[in-house]
Nanobody, 126 residues
Framework: QVQLVESGGGLVQAGGSLRLSCAAS????????MGWFRQAPGKEREFVAA????????YYADSVKGRFTIFRDNVKNTVYLQMNSLKPEDTAVYYC???????????????????WGQGTQVTVSS
């Protein structure tokens, strides 16, 4: 069972950038489709971005499209989320997630993912 560990969160001013990392415990990350989700206090966990196994295909929530980029390095067994032009409404705990289930569409619901990291806090000040 793969273990996922996020890092890279922190406090940043509006307009700034952060890069989140999600490191996998095993060398088979290439067999997982991966996603990033976030959860703000009092809100449900929401989809942010997803990436296919090879990294050649990506999908984004409308709220982050054009500002966030998901990419992966299967040699380093790591998935990244580059976040630019951050806004206060991006403040949340960010989670990476993985699934081995084969689908012909991007998984955007939390229940479509089998493995989760512990989360990393991102706070954007105005």
């Amino acid at each position: 069972q793969v273990q996922l560990v996020e890092s890279g969160g922190g406090l940043v001013q509006a307009g700034g950038s952060l890069r989140l990392s999600c490191a996998a415990s095993e060398r088979t990350l290439s067999t997982y489709a991966m996603g990033w989700f976030r959860q703000a206090p009092g809100k449900e966990r929401e989809f942010v971005a997803a990436i296919g196994r090879s990294g050649g295909s990506t999908y984004y929530a409308d709220s982050v499209k054009g500002r966030f980029t998901i990419f992966r390095d299967n040699v380093k067994n790591t998935v990244y989320l580059q976040m630019n032009s951050l806004k206060p409404e991006d403040t949340a705990v960010y989670y990476c997630a993985g699934t081995r289930t084969l689908r012909n569409y991007f998984a955007v619901r939390p229940d479509e993912y089998d493995y989760w990291g512990q989360g990393t806090q991102v706070t954007v000040s105005s």
